[in-house]
């Protein structure tokens, strides 16, 4: 079982749906980004977040401290959100401050 | 503001060559980060330098890759004898500061290895 789990790992969406992205995760503390990798393209940090909500245009993220779950939103998708999204936890302790232990990434597809 | 820069971009190797792989991080970011995503797996994270130290290096897999980062700017991670499981997409990553906080990491666009 992986230490932090994504789901769904595939995900077809009609252009203007409402999309959800859900990471739950076992270690590490309560700190994460959610990453964006365009096909053949680098990774893009969307969020980092530890605590509540925050929002960027069309993308919400949440994060549930108790629960160890965060969840990353996006409003009226588009195609150009067609996207491999990565949720990221950071280790907390000793001197692996700050390393990230990586989701295995959702695959997001939003057809016209 | 120039973000974080990787050379080269692809990499195609014979089993048992060298290749060296270099990460430019962003201007006065002190951390800097290697990780690899080998095909089918998630990202996996190799090691850590604060400034030209070494941090953490418990992700490197073995002794054939080695890390340097001079001077505390750029970086370079050299794997010799490369092997086939060696290949893969290679991200570097830098944020600022040091301590028990936790910084935004910037990724460099990666570098594509393959070993042959």
């Known amino acids: 079982k992986n230490e932090v789990e994504q789901s769904p790992q595939n995900l077809t969406a009609q252009e203007g749906e409402f999309i959800t992205i859900n990471c739950s995760y076992s270690?590490?503390?309560?700190?994460l980004h959610w990453l964006q990798q365009h096909p053949g393209g680098g990774i893009v940090s969307l969020f980092m977040l530890s605590s509540g909500k925050k929002k960027h245009g069309r993308l919400i993220a949440t994060i549930n401290i108790q629960e160890k779950h965060s969840s990353l939103h996006i409003t009226a998708s588009h195609p150009r959100d067609s996207a491999v999204y990565i949720c990221?936890?950071?280790?907390?302790?000793?001197?692996?401050?700050?390393?990230?232990?990586f989701g295995k990434g959702t695959k997001l597809s939003v057809k016209p | 503001e120039a973000g974080v820069t990787q050379f080269p971009s692809h990499s195609v190797i014979e089993k048992g060559q060298t290749v060296t792989l270099r990460c430019d991080p962003i201007?006065?970011?002190?951390?800097l980060y290697w990780y690899r995503r080998v095909m089918g797996k998630e990202i996996k994270f190799l090691l850590h330098f604060v400034k030209e130290s070494k941090q953490d290096e418990s992700g490197m897999p073995n002794n054939r890759f080695l890390a340097e980062r001079t001077g505390g700017t750029y970086s370079t991670l050299k794997v010799q004898p490369a092997e086939l499981e060696d290949s893969g997409v290679y991200f570097c990553?830098?944020?600022?500061?040091?301590?028990?906080?936790?910084?935004?990491?910037?990724f460099g666009p990666g570098t594509r290895l393959t070993v042959t």
């Open positions: 990221a936890v950071f280790i907390g302790y000793g001197g692996s401050q700050g390393n990230l232990i």
């Open positions: 990553a830098s944020s600022q500061g040091v301590g028990l906080s936790f910084y935004e990491q910037y």
């Open positions: 201007s006065g970011h002190d951390n």
């Open positions: 270690v590490g503390i309560s700190a």
